[in-house]
């Protein structure tokens, strides 16, 4: 099927159905007919996880704006073993960044905590989601990262979802270099400023603990750096 009028732009819809109309938030209305200058008749790309990727029909009606989707570009994919990451919130612009980066590396789920030296508590968790959805539209994943509400970080090490954990833990004895992950897998990396000594305690306990390398490395640099070894380890 040939689309005249037919955009790149990549639209998350949490549910749709092939060949039938589906109403499209106001805020994703904005975006395609005021920022990209879209019209009736124009065709996008809609995906999720479930039905994945189609080309849309954009539709303007009295009752809103509806996509109609019309040909499947790229089948669901059965889902990659979960890889979590789980961090410490510091400043607004850098978790941000952690969050778009982390999406872009494929990230299953992301688990933000709160721990001795975390020095920013209040996390919007609603505008963190939508940066890891314009993330996945950007750069092609079908899938759109979990984003937990914060726990107290002794609290996540209580339940510890069950995959195979590893804590960022620089200048300890115990730690071993990130060449060896398994997958299913998660990474915890710490605040500015690393875990107290009872952290460390704790973390020994219920997580393998590894290094980076040799320099200290900050917060988002910690997070980056350990999913990207652990890409080129298990293959994504």
């Not at 879209?38 to 954009?58: D, P, Q, T, W």
């Not at 009606?61 to 510091?90: Q, Y």
């Not at 978790?95 to 999406?103: G, Q, S, V």
Request: aromatic share 10%; net charge neutral; proline share 7%.
């Amino acid at each position: 099927m040939r689309h005249h009028n037919k955009s790149n732009i990549r639209l998350f819809l949490e549910s749709f159905v092939p060949e039938l109309p589906s109403a499209i938030s106001p805020t994703q209305a904005h975006y395609l007919l005021h920022v990209m200058r879209l019209r009736h008749g124009y065709f996008i790309k809609v995906f999720n996880c479930s039905n994945g990727e189609f080309y849309a029909r954009l539709e303007q009606r009295k009752d809103g704006v509806f996509v109609i989707p019309t040909e499947c570009i790229r089948p669901s994919e059965s889902p990659n073993p979960p890889t979590w990451l789980a961090f410490s919130p510091i400043k607004p612009h850098l978790t941000h960044f952690i969050i778009e980066k982390a999406t872009e590396l494929g990230v299953s789920d992301m688990q933000l905590f709160f721990s001795d030296f975390t020095q920013i508590r209040e996390v919007n968790v609603p505008k963190l989601r939508a940066i890891a959805i314009e993330a996945s539209e950007q750069c092609e994943r079908l899938s759109i990262p979990c984003i937990r509400e914060p726990l107290k970080l002794s609290s996540f090490l209580e339940n510890l979802p069950n995959v195979h954990w590893f804590a960022a833990v620089e200048r300890n004895e115990n730690a071993v270099p990130i060449y060896a992950l398994v997958e299913p897998a998660g990474i915890i990396i710490g605040p500015e400023g690393g875990f107290s000594e009872h952290e460390k305690f704790i973390l020994s306990s219920h997580t393998q603990t590894v290094s980076l390398g040799a320099n200290i490395l900050r917060s988002e640099t910690a997070a980056i750096c350990a999913l990207s070894r652990l890409r080129n380890i298990v293959h994504w």
